[in-house]
């Protein structure tokens, strides 16, 4: 089994920051790509940002320029660092994972628990 442990989230004002931490573990071989993607109350879950292990990036246009993602591969763990965050970044943040196991040798798509965001203006 695999699992995602999030941390980082909280509450905090308009044009401040955090910063999200993802840790995997467990039967892990290889990770692909890890991510986060993010839920507000009564919308899809959207993503955020994902990071390749070749370092290759994505941004939703809505975070571009704003937030960054950063990964410790010897680690298997990903970061967030979320800048001059506004109130619409309110929401919870999901970490998600490719993970190819070591027990089954098979790739799976992995999801962590969720960690709370909320920015207020």
């Known amino acids: 089994q695999v699992q995602l442990v999030e941390s980082g989230g909280g509450l905090v004002q308009a044009g401040g920051s955090l910063r999200l931490s993802c840790a995997a573990s467990g039967s892990i071989f290889s990770i692909n790509a890890m991510g986060w993607y993010r839920q507000a109350p009564g919308k899809q879950r959207e993503l955020v940002a994902t990071?390749?292990?070749?370092?290759?990036?994505n941004y939703a246009d809505s975070v571009k320029g704003r937030f960054t993602i950063s990964r410790d591969n010897a680690k298997n763990t990903v970061y967030l660092q979320m800048n001059s965050l506004k109130p619409e970044d309110t929401a919870v943040y999901y970490c998600n994972a490719d993970v190819l196991s070591r027990s089954t040798w098979r790739r799976g798509d992995y999801w962590g628990q969720g960690t709370q965001v909320t920015v207020s203006s």
């Open positions: 990071r390749t292990s070749g370092s290759n990036t």
